[in-house]
């Protein structure tokens, strides 16, 4: 118990001095000598003392007996173990001698790495954003309205990828639902892009520089109104730039913790959409700019766990590759790439698996308004990455009603799209 003293004891010794008291030494008295008074004064306390202690030195010697570790038993099917092999040996202490040698390592556990997770992406056909699609988004006042039958699936993957063949701008007016080749959208298609999920669009295309009403390139304003307009709703524009460094420069987007890099090229209308170090365009594609195109692949592994390349290529409604496009493909495909995915023949061309990566030639149309009935059937192209590493690939069959939507294909529909996708890759084989 703390002791309390008087509230005067704190000034300090004024109190004990009004309370003085007369003190005597008292005679000196041994230890033993107190020790026996207090015992002959107090003799049933002492007895009680004495054998508090000695239960205490008992209890305490039989405690130290039982200082080994328990050993916990529990039921089990197994045979019983002895006690000879529950016996635990002591310890043995050894007086260190000297700090280990230079060459000691110490090992840890080995750390256990998270299981890879499935990551699944989907690469759609060309996409006009201008003429009647535009025309149709419009009139319904809706710019959902192309992706409304193919948008939960679409953006269910974990990235999907499209490519635009054309621009999104409201700096000029936008391409009517007629006869043209300068294919531009209103600023609102972005939102039907954004409602069907994509992530990274492919703009190194043949029609990068379409400028509507003002022509031709228009010094790369339209294009970099495109890019802009992709930007603010989060989705990756690849492929062309105000410069040829920005133009080859790859889009780079983790996933479950993969990165996956993306490049666009354009193989179409040469030096009349390529950049160049001072002039705005599309990363080109040809046979002189190959073996730049594999070292920027080869760059793009060093910063990727994927790579994933997009060209632009190949001669329109033709359904199978021409000997460039296989040529490139297996360049790219050796310099690190893990897929080719090809636009541009607006019809479906044989995919072809090569050691290393697979080549999708070209997926065809995805929203567009082109009469040929071939056009208007077209894949979506799956492909599942278990980590980094490729497990699975197939073909979402897809067609486009008559209000240019994409829809996919009935039971019969596919059958027949991939029936023909089948016999494409095996001429492609017999060549």
Same mark, same amino acid.
């Given at each position: 118990?703390?002791v309390?003293w008087?509230?005067s ?22 230890s033993?000598?107190r ?5 002959t004064k107090?003799p ?6 004495i054998?508090?202690?000695l239960?205490?030195v008992?209890?305490?010697n039989w ?9 916990e ?10 006690l ?11 007086a ?11 090992n ?6 998270p299981?890879?997770?499935l ?10 954003p ?29 990235i ?6 054309g ?8 391409t009517?639902?007629? #006869? +043209? ?7 609102? !298609?972005?939102? @039907? ?5 994509f /992530?990274? %669009? ?8 379409d400028?509507g009403?003002l ?5 790369g ?5 495109t ?8 989705i ?7 410069s040829?460094?920005?133009?080859e420069?790859?889009v780079i ?6 990165r ?7 193989? #179409? +209308?040469?030096d009349?959409?390529?950049?160049t170090? !001072?002039?705005p @365009? ?5 046979? /002189?700019t %190959? ?11 060093a ?10 290529w190949g ?5 199978m ?11 790219m ?14 019809v ?23 009469a040929?009935?071939?056009?208007n ?8 990455f278990?980590g980094?590493r490729l ?15 994409p829809v996919?294909?009935?039971?019969l529909?596919?059958?027949s799209?991939l ?5 494409a ?5 017999v060549?």
């Amino acid at each position: 118990m703390p002791v309390s003293w008087p509230a005067s004891a704190s000034t300090g010794s004024s109190w004990f001095q009004n309370n003085p008291m007369t003190y005597h030494d008292p005679p000196p008295v041994s230890s033993d000598e107190r020790i026996l008074r207090w015992f002959t004064k107090h003799p049933l306390v002492g007895i009680v003392l004495i054998s508090s202690v000695l239960l205490t030195v008992y209890l305490f010697n039989w405690g130290s007996r039982n200082d080994q570790p328990r050993v916990e038993t529990t039921a089990s099917t197994e045979p019983a173990t002895s006690l000879v092999e529950l016996s635990i040996a002591p310890t043995e202490v050894i007086a260190p001698t000297a700090m280990p040698s230079a060459d000691y390592t110490f090992n840890p556990l080995p750390t256990v790495s998270p299981a890879p997770v499935l990551t699944r992406l989907l690469f759609t056909g060309d996409i006009n954003p201008g003429r009647c699609p535009a025309q149709a988004a419009r009139l319904a006042d809706n710019y959902l309205f192309p992706y409304q039958y193919v948008a939960d699936t679409l953006s269910a993957a974990d990235i999907t990828v499209g490519s635009l063949d054309g621009t999104i701008s409201d700096l000029v007016t936008s391409t009517p639902c007629e #006869i +043209s080749y300068n294919l531009v959208g209103p600023s609102r !298609t972005v939102n @039907g892009l954004v409602y069907a999920g994509f /992530d990274v %669009i492919s703009v190194a295309t043949n029609h990068a520089l379409d400028c509507g009403n003002l022509g031709w390139r228009c010094d790369g304003k339209i294009m970099d109104d495109t890019r802009h307009n992709l930007l603010a709703v989060n989705i990756q524009p690849v492929g062309d730039g105000d410069s040829l460094l920005l133009a080859e420069a790859p889009v780079i987007i983790e996933r479950n913790g993969v990165r996956f890099a993306f490049l666009g090229v354009n193989a #179409i +209308s040469g030096d009349a959409t390529w950049a160049t170090d !001072t002039q705005p @365009g599309t990363a080109p594609l040809s046979d /002189d700019t %190959i073996d730049q195109v594999t070292r920027n692949i080869q760059a793009a592994r060093a910063m990727a766990d994927v790579v994933i390349v997009m060209p632009h290529w190949g001669v329109e409604y033709t359904d199978m590759p021409d000997a460039s496009q296989r040529t490139w493909a297996a360049q790219m495909i050796a310099a690190g790439a893990d897929l080719v995915i090809g636009n541009h023949p607006h019809v479906i061309q044989p995919v072809e698996s090569l050691p290393g990566g697979v080549v999708a030639y070209a997926l065809g149309n995805f929203v567009f308004d082109q009469a040929p009935i071939d056009t208007n059937e077209s894949v979506v192209f799956e492909a599942d990455f278990l980590g980094r590493r490729l497990v699975n690939w197939q073909l979402l069959p897809v067609r486009i009603n008559n209000k240019f939507q994409p829809v996919w294909a009935s039971p019969l529909e596919a059958a027949s799209i991939l029936q023909r996708i089948t016999q494409a890759a095996l001429d492609l084989n017999v060549r």
